[in-house]
């Protein structure tokens, strides 16, 4: 008796901890759809002038306001030549479009990201540039790929590609970083992981001891190999095997066709590398964070942050809380 009420305790436990976590992400959605009122769809924000007011912020403070006003003044009567000759002339300074991809598990922001460089190839000229933040810990092989073959279409059209790496880039992340013709990386961020990863529990022993038989009809020799309940076999784990081996010689071929001065086989172990040693190994190109290079683009160039806002229906919503609580 004593042994039901412990099992029933810890069932009830578990199913507490699992009411919870999905309590706490229907919260979140609920906060975020809240403060969230804006409508589906595309949003610009010139940089340009997000530097200029930040800094004009500063300086009126450490001016003063006499000395600040006589600046200010300066400052504008030059910023409405400028203004007028890129009236005369649009072409007369390259834009660089800064694109932000915050990956999950699932790679959610493809979406998004699908929206953002259809808009950026129906304005992009020559000279101008893409400058994508990356943010991103790997996870599923197809919806990765699609997210890479969304910035292969920028390449496809002669549009020059950078990619800006502050934390992570590992995995499928990598996947997608590869492709760019120029890759930035603060000196510890997370590059790498360039390997294949299948995991899952099995439970037929502990079905097998509680009298408990699972039945799984298939037509097809490997429609599936390792299974959560059923009696996994050696042949299933090869074939499983096998096909993990597939999608890392993919990977390798997507990183020697994209950056060939990488020695593939040498990196292509499953480890990562922060980004000093990454640079070594010539998995980026360039020790900088995100922000210096767009200060310093600035200067020369019109600065576009685009980015897509989609509706998701309110179930993908509370799915998406609740997984990245589970990930944290």
């Not at 996947?175 to 510890?188: D, H, Q, S, V, W």
């Amino acid at each position: 008796m004593s042994q039901f009420f412990s099992s029933y305790g810890l069932f009830l436990l578990e199913l507490v901890t699992v009411l919870g976590l999905v309590s706490l992400a229907v919260v979140a959605v609920t906060l975020t759809a809240r403060r969230s009122g804006q409508a589906e769809g595309i949003t610009i924000k010139h940089l340009n002038k997000q530097y200029e007011d930040t800094a004009d912020a500063v300086k009126r403070v450490l001016l003063g306001k006499g000395a600040f006003k006589k600046q200010l003044k300066a400052a504008r009567k030059q910023r409405k030549i400028e203004a007028k000759a890129k009236k005369k002339d649009p072409e007369a300074r390259p834009k660089l479009f800064v694109l932000d991809f915050k990956g999950d598990i699932r790679a959610s922001a493809t979406a998004s990201l699908r929206e953002e460089i259809s808009a950026v190839l129906a304005v992009a000229g020559d000279g101008d540039r893409v400058l994508l933040r990356l943010e991103n810990a790997g996870g599923a092989v197809h919806e990765h790929g699609l997210a890479a073959s969304q910035l292969l279409r920028l390449r496809e059209r002669g549009i020059t590609l950078l990619v800006a790496v502050d934390k992570v880039a590992a995995s499928g992340g990598y996947l997608m970083a590869c492709l760019a013709e120029r890759i930035l990386a603060a000196p510890f961020a997370i590059i790498g992981s360039i390997g294949v990863v299948a995991q899952l529990p099995n439970f037929h022993r502990l079905l097998e001891n509680k009298g408990v038989d699972f039945e799984q009809i298939t037509a097809g020799r490997f429609k599936r190999t390792l299974t959560l309940f059923g009696e996994n076999t050696n042949e299933g784990r090869e074939k499983l095997k096998q096909e993990l081996e597939e999608v890392h010689q993919l990977f390798k071929g997507q990183i020697a066709a994209h950056r060939p001065q990488v020695d593939v086989e040498a990196v292509a172990t499953g480890e990562h590398w922060y980004g000093l040693r990454a640079q070594e190994l010539e998995l980026v190109d360039e020790i900088r964070t995100s922000d210096d290079f767009l200060i310093e683009a600035a200067k020369d160039s019109d600065l576009y942050q685009i980015s897509y806002r989609r509706r998701r229906p309110w179930l993908e919503r509370v799915m998406s809380g609740a997984e990245a609580l589970l990930s944290r």
